[in-house]
């Protein structure tokens, strides 16, 4: 994107963010808020010039129209800005960036650099620290620092936009820049809101007091107020009547009473005295009917002042409530009522809040106003506490006074480790500590501004173990002096099925900040000799991992590993070993003190079922100030070392790499499947070089009724040949079938085209067998097959027919006659089809070997072929009346000498 449009889309922004956030005035300059005007001058001098030019051509644009509104769609004036909508769209969507947003930055170099330009590049360490993925926390103002580089103001930009405000940097130029503004929850103090100010926001409910509910003694009477006056005894009669304007309230046979400013119970002493002197016999029941409605003045920093009318029941609290609640600049705990001028009450919403006590929400009366005056000192409360919020307090309030606003310490708090955060006398920031066990908590008086932070107690357990892995109970058990591995895992009963008994690994660190040490023992051998040397003394903060034989233990091995690979220094190499071959569980091991081969095998899980058990090789590595890092090989006596000789149990050292040797020839173990008719058929196990004939005797050797010249013997890497050669004439079909398809005009081009196509399906759709054709006769001489491993033997019993296959009449088996000649059999078929290829006759034996014409020319009338019991006679298809591709008719024989070979196969399943 041009610079020009990127200024162009700079000056629109700004002043689109502008404009939303102000009216402007018919007429008038463009005026701007102190926030506005600080967006404004994060811009270079340039860009800033051009974002005031772009804002008063908006401005202008106004004139003889409507005063700009400050809900005005952005759309309106992304279109007086003369963008498009996709463009717009693309820079109002997603996150802006706010005053310490955090903002992932990718940094890469630009693909199109000159020579020159990566040369510049590579040799500048600031631009090559930038280089890759790294997170940014804007400051106050919103600005990006870079390291060694100059600021970019980032305030109010979209992820878009901030890519492009930073491209636009020239020292920048050469990168390109992937921003993305991350989603952040505040934590810690920031996270922190003004304590109960919610109480007064308004919800389904109604605290307005409307003036349902039982009317207290206490209750003043006034105009507007319904009385009902129940007589009865001489004179029997209800009355309600409304006091009026002046205050006064007539009753029939007792006349005006005056009753405003007079409390209720005031007035029905009052009334019950005039009926006694005036209704002789008669009593009275007084209650309260409708009350009035009464207007006050809810005033200060609440969210809607003004007037309001509530019922004659309202406290302060519905007043409030009706209002819309106090600001978070209001205060909370010197809610005053005043009442003709004077301060005739204060509420201490944190009575009401924190203990429930309603005596200062006193009632209302009409021309009552509630005021708020500005909050009051305020201190942040966070970390172990019930509840931490910013709390309102009142003067000479202690730390400990804090602490009970907040609801007290959780159980977990660290109550000697708290800290009082506070501004010094010099404007510098300091930090207190407080123990708030301690008196001091009592005598500290909090300030303005301060933040109370009580951390939690440290996670992890002092004198204790854990217990990890293959048990049935694992957590964490209490340490004490002279505890060992027994002590921990008293029996067996503690682990579960499956567990490797052979292995576990300690990982011990010591005191904090010591190194990560790791150390293995025999769980079987400590339980068998308790308090020995092998039931490892246990340490505080030990974790013993129990492993399974099944579930593995590289995912603990690992993390163990990782930890110590951090703390290797030259002087100290990562203690690590390394054991592979013919062990269980191969893999890398920590390096223990004066650990030795055996120690690395039973890490290994032991020596697995096909180890060579006699020996196996070590390779120690050195570091030669000439040549660098070398290795050196040795040989490992296992047997001796499985015979208890120390000598041959070598201490290894860092970076040892151990291989354990499998066994020659384990995994050669043969299979050959014997079928049909032989003494006792089946499954044979063979070794390399043994021979067919020598497998055939394991077997019994033939039966009576085998059919020897029928044998049918199948090998797999033979099938997977045939398959591929398949593939190929396949491949070749399909081009030579794209070629026809655009001669299909020319004369039987048509009909070479189908027949190709139908060719090449039948050739897709057949598998291949992988037969050899053998004679099993001569398997008994010197010369014998040597089987292979899935090698497959078939023999069949004697044949008494003849099969005719390919351009007959009709495809079929005819019953083998021995004066009969191949003419005769093609002729029992019905003959020759005039597709049929006459002279490319060939006969297939039993054994599934080929017999072809020969070049006398008798053979081609077929008078004296031998045709045998088991035979197949084929009749190939002319491919050369189709089109002269040779190969088509390698495809037919493929497809028939297959279609016999599976036929063979399908008789014996």
Not at 467 to 485: I, N, Q, S, T
Not at 689 to 713: D, I
Not at 777 to 805: C, F, H, M, N, Y
Request: proline share 5%.
């Amino acid at each position: 994107m041009s610079s020009i449009l990127f200024h162009k889309r700079m000056r629109f922004s700004l002043a689109a963010i502008l404009l939303i956030t102000c009216n402007f005035a018919v007429g008038q300059d463009v005026q701007l808020s102190p926030t506005q005007q600080q967006m404004l001058n994060s811009l270079p001098p340039s860009q800033r010039e051009q974002a005031l030019d772009a804002l008063r051509q908006l401005n202008s644009q106004q004139q003889g129209g409507a005063q700009q509104t400050i809900n005005e769609p952005l759309s309106n004036v992304a279109a007086e800005a003369d963008l498009t909508t996709i463009e717009r769209d693309q820079w109002t969507a997603g996150p802006t960036a706010n005053p310490r947003s955090r903002v992932a930055i990718n940094f890469s170099s630009r693909s199109s650099l000159t020579r020159s330009q990566t040369e510049t590049l590579r040799n500048d360490p600031a631009l090559q620290n930038l280089l890759g993925t790294r997170l940014f926390v804007l400051d106050d103002s919103g600005v990006l620092q870079l390291p060694g580089l100059e600021a970019i103001p980032l305030l109010g930009l979209s992820e878009p936009e901030i890519n492009r405000r930073i491209m636009a940097e020239p020292y920048l130029s050469l990168l390109n820049a992937d921003a993305h503004i991350l989603g952040q929850k505040p934590i810690g103090l920031e996270s922190l809101k003004p304590f109960g100010y919610d109480i007064f926001a308004p919800r389904a409910t109604d605290m307005g007091g409307s003036g349902s509910g039982p009317v207290p003694p206490d209750y003043v009477l006034g105009p507007g107020d319904s009385i009902r006056v129940q007589l009865f005894g001489n004179v029997n009669e209800i009355y309600e009547y409304e006091v009026s304007r002046d205050g006064v309230l007539n009753l029939p046979d007792i006349g005006p009473v005056n009753v405003a400013g007079a409390s209720f119970s005031e007035f029905r002493s009052d009334l019950n005295k005039r009926v006694q002197q005036m209704l002789i016999g008669t009593q009275v029941s007084v209650t309260m009917g409708q009350l009035r409605t009464i207007r006050v003045f809810v005033l200060g920093d609440v969210n809607r002042p003004g007037s309001y009318v509530v019922g004659g029941l309202s406290t302060i609290s519905g007043a409030l409530y009706q209002s819309g609640g106090i600001s978070q600049i209001g205060s909370l705990r010197n809610i005053q009522l005043k009442r003709n001028g004077k301060v005739v009450g204060v509420l201490d919403a944190y009575d009401l809040l924190i203990h429930g006590d309603t005596s200062g929400d006193r009632r209302l009366q009409p021309g009552d106003a509630i005021f708020v005056p500005p909050i009051g000192k305020t201190i942040s409360v966070d970390g172990a506490v019930n509840r931490p919020a910013i709390y309102e307090v009142k003067r000479l309030t202690t730390v400990a006074d804090l602490v009970g606003l907040a609801g007290g310490l959780t159980p977990e708090a660290f109550a000697g480790g708290a800290r009082l955060e506070r501004i010094g006398d010099d404007g510098e920031r300091i930090a207190l500590a407080i123990d708030l066990d301690g008196e001091r908590a009592n005598t500290v008086v909090v300030r303005k501004g301060d933040a109370l932070i009580v951390p939690k107690v440290l996670p992890e357990l002092g004198n204790a173990v854990e217990l990890a892995g293959h048990v049935f109970r694992p957590g964490v058990y209490p340490w004490r002096d002279g505890m060992r591995l027994s002590d921990l895992i008293p029996s067996t009963n503690e682990l579960k099925p499956g567990v490797d008994m052979d292995y576990l690994l300690i990982r011990r660190e010591g005191k904090r900040g010591d190194p990560v040490e790791a150390l293995s023992a025999s769980l079987s051998v400590a339980l068998q000799n308790r308090g020995s040397e092998s039931d490892v003394p246990l340490r505080a903060g030990d974790i013993v991992n129990v492993f399974g034989r099944e579930l593995g233990r590289q995912r603990v091995v690992q993390s163990i590993l990782n930890e110590m690979r951090l703390q290797s220094t030259a002087d100290r190499p990562a203690q690590q070993v390394q054991v592979s071959g013919s062990v269980r569980v191969p893999g890398i091991y920590p390096l223990e003190a004066n650990m030795r081969v055996s120690d690395l095998i039973r890490a290994g899980g032991d020596l697995s079922e096909n180890a060579y058990a006699l020996e196996a090789e070590l390779t120690r590595y050195s570091v030669s100030p000439i040549d660098g890092r070398v290795s050196d090989t040795r040989q490992v006596d296992l047997a001796a070392i499985r015979n208890g000789d120390s000598s041959a149990d070598i201490v290894l050292q860092e970076h040892d790499y151990l291989i354990v040797k499998r066994v020659p020839d384990w995994d050669s173990i043969w299979t050959i499947t014997i079928e049909g008719e032989v003494q006792f058929p089946g499954e044979y196990r063979v070794q390399p070089g043994e021979t067919l004939a020598e497998v055939l005797q394991r077997a019994g050797g033939l039966t009576r009724t085998a059919f020897p010249e029928g044998a049918v013997f199948l090998r797999e890497s033979l099938k997977a040949q045939e398959q591929e050669q398949r593939a190929q004439l396949a491949r070749r079909m399909e081009a030579d079938l794209a070629s026809l398809s655009l001669e299909s005009g020319s004369a039987g081009g048509a009909e070479t085209l189908s027949n190709g196509r139908i060719l090449l399906q039948q050739l897709q759709n057949t598998e291949a067998m992988g037969r050899l054709v053998i004679d099993l006769q001569a398997q008994a001489s010197d010369e014998s097959l040597e089987v292979r491993d899935g090698d497959r033997l078939l023999i069949p019993t004697k044949p008494q027919v003849v099969t005719v296959l390919g351009e007959t009449q009709q495809n079929t088996s005819h019953l083998y006659r021995q004066e009969f000649s191949r003419d005769d059999y093609l002729a029992l078929s019905g003959g020759l089809t005039r597709r049929a290829d006459r002279k490319l006759i060939y006969i297939v034996r039993a054994n599934g070997s080929v017999v072809s014409r020969p070049r006398s020319r008798w053979f081609g009338r077929g008078k004296n072929t031998e045709i045998r019991p088991g035979d197949t006679i084929v009749v190939p298809l002319d491919t050369d009346r189709m089109r002269p591709l040779t190969f088509w008719g390698n495809v037919t024989q493929i497809l028939y000498q297959g279609a016999i070979a599976v036929a063979a196969v399908k008789t014996f399943e």
